[in-house]
């Protein structure tokens, strides 16, 4: 039976965050709390899916089929979705069997799991890749690797109106920039597009190069033919992907203590922090209003602490 669009269009509170450092160097700075719009369908990952639900809805499609790793954040919203709105979900897997936290909340929302080992999801880009998996799968529609895309950039663009529509509850008359965590940088993108040059957006690039963030952004934005593009990246990976190392462990955690706003060590932890290192450098002028994007994930923040204090024993 062909899926059915929800419709689910979720708002996030935005929220002014002080600490220290913050008012040390008189820069303001509001969380738009993407973490708190569902405790299953948390995060950037809605906005990114709803795009691609909307197309597989119109095409007749019965589900989803989409890749990530034994942690995916994206594959975990997926499946939860699937299991929440009454339609069939594949997740294609990276590596060999695995027994995270992640993959047995995707058995229990029951999605579909295929491993494909290393090798195989490094074939992903590849031209054929996809075609046995539309061929076993032909009631599914296929969506790229965290959403990524134009469409997942477009359902990411909303996010400049949630925003603006709540700078009064802050007594903000305008603000001067967004800074977010990027993994794949298809959220920036959206919010590149939705600001069409108003804003510049700052991207904490917490992958290492060789995960392309740069160049995904930019084919976004040439296929919108974006004209108006004010946006930045900078390293923001700590030397590594998936690494939590103990300045960035105490960072987190002194944060959370100080200001209650909980945080997960591979995207917004490292985003908040390269953040402190700027402002602390004196990048941005006394009186700056930025608004920093918490893009979720919380789901593998446990699994994450678990493995660093297990490597550091």
């Known amino acids: 039976m062909p899926l059915v669009d929800p419709h689910w269009a979720p708002k996030a509170p935005l929220q002014r965050l002080r600490l220290d450092w913050l008012v040390a160097a008189e820069v303001e700075l509001a969380v738009l709390r993407l973490d708190l719009i569902d ?11 709803a795009p691609y639900l909307q197309v597989a809805c119109t095409a007749g499609a019965e589900g989803l089929i989409s890749l990530g790793g034994a942690h995916s954040n994206h594959l975990h919203a997926l499946a939860a979705a699937g299991k929440r709105f009454d339609f069939a979900t594949v997740g294609l897997l990276r590596g060999t069997p695995q027994d995270t936290p992640t993959v047995r909340d995707l058995q229990r929302f029951g999605m579909q799991l295929h491993w494909l080992g290393y090798g195989g999801y490094r074939a992903r880009h590849q031209p054929g890749f996809w075609a046995p998996w539309r061929e076993r799968y032909c009631n599914l529609h296929p969506v790229p690797e965290g959403g990524g895309g134009l469409p997942g950039a477009m359902g990411c663009s909303v996010l400049v109106s949630q925003v603006q529509e709540q700078l009064s509850v802050l007594g903000w008359p305008d603000y001067h920039g967004w800074w977010l965590a990027a993994g794949t940088g298809t959220t920036l993108a959206g919010l590149v597009l939705g600001e069409a040059g108003a804003h510049p957006v700052y991207g904490a690039v917490a992958v290492p190069d060789d995960h392309g963030v740069a160049q995904n952004v930019r084919a976004i934005l040439d296929e919108a033919q974006a004209a108006d593009c004010a946006y930045q990246l900078l390293d923001a990976s700590r030397g590594g992907f998936a690494k939590v190392d103990a300045a960035l462990l105490e960072f987190l955690l002194a944060s959370e203590a100080a200001s209650g706003l909980a945080l997960e060590p591979l995207y917004t932890a490292k985003a908040l922090m390269a953040l402190r290192q700027r402002v602390e450098a004196g990048y941005f002028e006394r009186g700056t209003r930025l608004v920093f994007v918490h893009t979720g994930g ?3 923040r446990a699994a994450a602490l678990r493995q660093h204090a297990a490597e550091h024993q």
């Open 39 to 49: 405790p299953l369908i948390s995060g950037n990952k809605w906005f990114k899916l």
């Open 298 to 300: 919380l789901q593998g």
